[in-house]
């Protein structure tokens, strides 16, 4: 397990867990990378962008990752737009690539996704995609130079947890790349289900933000990532169908 | 019990009062209230008739318990639900809306709640809307800001820490022109994030120039949506042309704005049709415009100057909650403003449960902030306000407050691209 590392575009991380972003604050942060063991935070760009008064970037501890994300784009050009921004107030090469043009589910669109993509990487960003889970949008984006894929579990806000689990399945098993289960996770169950899958990280942020005790469920997302995680790589046990196996086998009439 | 709007002032010539009494009296004198006025854009949209057959057919007394209990119980809400839980018969279940409302904020919007201050640059009026305290009948103070006296007020509140700026002016595009007003946009993104705007409705050309000169919100209240109704209160002026002003949102999204806000100004008509063609609104035209952001503010009506006794008649704080919370549960992601004129104690409460976004240190008058601010006299003759406000907390109060109630301020969650 010590040796079980998450390798983001030639960065190593030890945590499975990334603090998404949307509803901040020092008890959250906190939390996340106290509790919950993150060692990547997300940054909102468009939160960033503020005066003294609440700055996210005083909140961060040393030796975090930032993810910024270019959410509030709604096409690959505003997203290209604000990753250009983030790398210029000092947030480093990574960004989360976040492109809606559907303000009431905040469903990414793939396409422009994919554009924005190719871009950021050959500017020599590392290109964390949030995305559908559709598999020959997956492949499009490890052909533009993402370094991961994040597919959505269900539609923010939405509770659902892993609505599109059969689809993250196919990504995790077509995709050489970390696959990071991106937003519908609510509780640590889901996340740990996620993980068992083969899922490479988790994000997540509402679960943590609106929980009664914050740095109690942050050690409960951190203990389910850790399970999961375990348990996949110890191959997850056989699990019986509906009924017995048969007793007699059904090939016992071949006869050499 | 209605309101009574009219007030002679008696600094009004003879011919200002005859004409004044004419509009008041005989409805032959004034203009068609769904005719457009030349130079006013005309576009094609199916989003009026839509919304007018919901509201026009909404007989909210067929609601039972039974369809509020089913309403409330969806994991989606529907139209019909919506319109249930509107109804008086969803009166007894407040508590049980609001938890439901509650859940979906959080679910949607966290724990989080967003601050902004409105800008008043001037306060002509070129319109008789009887109920405003700008209606161009009423005696009050009138000015308009210059150049250099809107920086002065930006610096003043910039200098608070405000980072969004709602400009605000009197409908008088003689007064204060597009030109004006996009000159002010452009001293307001140097010093704020977030620019919106609440003027009158202008043609989609006049709405892209005006993005591209730094505002990207544009609010436009309907006032009421029973045009009937409409047509009794804006006797005089653009203002008066009702179809124009149901459109004002569609041109501003094809104008290139990233998102409109929406209201009916409660206590002027039905509130409880007023609320659902407000909410139908949003909903029919983020159908259309899918990347738009809308929002909905859900005023009532408030005392003016010369007439300290308008009041919103049977909408108190209780059918206010409801309406709120109907409107969360029917569009939770929409963003809710609840402005300076409900109390701190409605306020404070309200953010809890639906809304997510108040403003702050507030002045609806022209040129006051310096005064209201720092206490210290300008000297420099200050408008009067268009309406009396009741929360006047300063930002940093509001911030703590807020804090208080263990939600999270921001006052800016917004890019420019």
Redesign the interface.
């Known amino acids: 397990m010590d040796n079980d590392k998450l390798i983001i575009g030639g960065h190593e991380f030890s945590s499975r867990f990334i603090l998404g972003s949307g509803k901040y604050s020092m008890k959250l942060i906190e939390a996340a990378v106290k509790d919950a063991g993150a060692e990547i935070i997300t940054l909102a760009v468009r939160r960033a962008n503020t005066k003294d008064q609440e700055s996210i970037l005083d909140y961060i501890p040393e030796g975090i990752t930032l993810l910024p994300n270019t959410s509030g784009a709604r096409n690959a050009e505003e997203a290209v737009r604000i990753a250009r921004l983030a790398r210029e107030l000092g947030c480093g090469n990574f960004v989360k690539i976040e492109i809606m043009r559907d303000s009431k589910y905040l469903l990414p669109d793939n396409q422009e996704t994919i554009k924005a993509t190719e871009i950021l990487a050959n500017e020599g960003f590392i290109v964390m995609p949030y995305m559908y889970p559709d598999l020959n949008a997956a492949r499009d984006l490890v052909n533009a130079g993402a370094a991961s894929v994040m597919p959505l579990a269900s539609p923010i806000g939405s509770n659902k947890g892993l609505a599109t689990k059969e689809f993250i399945q196919i990504l995790i098993d077509e995709i050489d790349l970390p696959i990071i289960v991106d937003a519908g996770i609510g509780r640590p169950s889901q996340a740990c289900e996620a993980m068992e899958m083969g899922a490479a990280a988790i994000m997540a942020n509402t679960a943590l933000a609106t929980a009664g005790d914050l740095p109690l469920m942050a050690s409960a997302f951190r203990q389910a990532i850790e399970a999961g995680r375990k348990a996949y790589l110890s191959g997850v046990g056989r699990v019986l169908t509906r009924g017995a196996a048969a007793s007699d086998p059904l090939t016992g009439f071949l006869r050499d | 019990m209605e309101n009574s709007f009219y007030v002679d002032s008696e600094r009004l010539s003879k011919e200002a009062l005859a004409k004044k009494h004419l509009l008041e009296t005989d409805p032959s004198s004034r203009k068609n209230h769904m005719e457009y006025l030349p130079g006013m854009e005309i576009i094609e949209s199916v989003v009026r008739e839509k919304v007018m057959s919901h509201m026009n057919s909404y007989d909210y007394s067929v609601y039972t318990a039974a369809d509020v209990r089913a309403a409330l119980e969806h994991d989606t809400c529907s139209i019909e639900d919506f319109k249930a839980l509107l109804s008086p018969a969803a009166e007894p279940f407040l508590e049980a809306m609001a938890e439901k409302a509650r859940f979906?904020t959080?679910?949607?919007f966290?724990?989080?709640v967003y601050l902004f201050t409105p800008l008043y640059i001037a306060n002509y009026c070129e319109n008789y809307c009887v109920y405003c305290g700008f209606n161009c009948y009423n005696d009050i103070k009138r000015m308009k800001l210059s150049m250099e006296q809107i920086e002065k007020e930006m610096k003043v509140i910039a200098d608070s820490?405000m980072?969004e700026i709602l400009i605000l002016t009197g409908e008088s595009r003689g007064q204060s022109n597009v030109e004006y007003i996009g000159e002010a946009c452009k001293l307001a993104r140097k010093y704020f994030?977030m620019v919106g705007l609440e003027i009158y409705p202008v043609n989609t050309d006049e709405y892209r120039y005006l993005h591209e000169c730094g505002a990207d919100y544009v609010t436009v209240f309907q006032e009421t949506y029973d045009a009937d109704k409409y047509e009794t209160l804006h006797l005089l002026g653009h203002k008066r042309v009702w179809p124009y002003r149901f459109d004002a949102q569609e041109r501003a999204l094809r104008g290139g704005m990233r998102g409109v806000s929406f209201s009916a100004l409660l206590g002027l008509s039905d509130f409880r049709k007023d609320a659902l063609a407000s909410a139908l609104h949003v909903y029919f035209l983020?159908r259309k415009y899918?990347?738009?952001?809308?929002a909905l503010s859900c005023p009532r009506l408030r005392p003016i100057i010369n007439n300290d006794k308008i009041n919103p008649l049977d909408v108190h704080e209780r059918q206010l909650c409801q309406v709120l919370c109907a409107y969360r549960i029917f569009l939770?992601?929409v963003g809710i403003t609840v402005s300076s004129r409900e109390s701190a104690e409605f306020r404070n409460g309200i953010v809890k449960i639906a809304a997510t976004k108040v403003s702050a240190g507030v002045s609806t008058g022209i040129g006051d902030h310096e005064s209201k601010y720092t206490g210290k006299e300008s000297g420099e003759p200050e408008g009067d306000e268009q309406f009396e406000i009741d929360d006047n907390r300063s930002l940093d109060k509001m911030y703590k407050d807020i804090t208080d109630e263990g939600l999270?301020p921001?006052?800016?969650?917004?890019?420019y691209?």
Do not use: C, F, I
């Not at chain 2, 899918?290 to 809308?294: F, Q």
């Open positions: 979906e959080s679910k949607h966290g724990n989080t820490g980072e994030r983020q899918p990347h738009a952001e809308m939770p992601w999270q921001v006052l800016n969650d917004y890019l691209v």
